[in-house]
Nanobody, 119 residues
């Protein structure tokens, strides 16, 4: 069973940066595709990023996903934060080799970390 633990969320002001981390408890971490999703109040869960080239339009150019396989960790660097980025951020993983924006492709999910951006 793969466990994912997010961290790095918190309070920020518009224009600030935050870096989220997703640590995985699996030896073969390099074999897993890890993505980021977010869920804002009264909204549907939203895809954010996966791999190094697939991003939601709303975050493209501001957010960067990258990983450190030696640390079993995937990061989400969030720059130029906006109030509309306020949400609970989740990382999700699969070992099917599928880099997808669809939540149903991911079998493992973290517990989420809250990001709140004030104007």
């Amino acid at each position: 069973q793969v466990q994912l633990v997010e961290s790095g969320g918190g309070l920020a002001q518009a224009g600030d940066s935050l870096r989220l981390s997703c640590a995985a408890s699996v030896r073969t971490f390099r074999c897993y595709v890890v993505s980021w999703f977010r869920h804002a109040p009264a909204k549907e869960r939203e895809f954010v990023a996966v791999s190094s080239t697939l991003y939601a339009d709303s975050v493209k150019g501001r957010f960067t996903i990258f990983r450190d396989n030696a640390k079993n960790t995937v990061y989400l660097q969030m720059n130029s934060l906006k109030p509309e980025d306020t949400a609970v951020y989740y990382c999700a993983a699969n070992n099917k080799g599928v880099s997808s924006p669809r939540a149903k492709e991911y079998d493992y999910w973290g517990q989420g970390t809250q990001v709140t951006v004030s104007s």
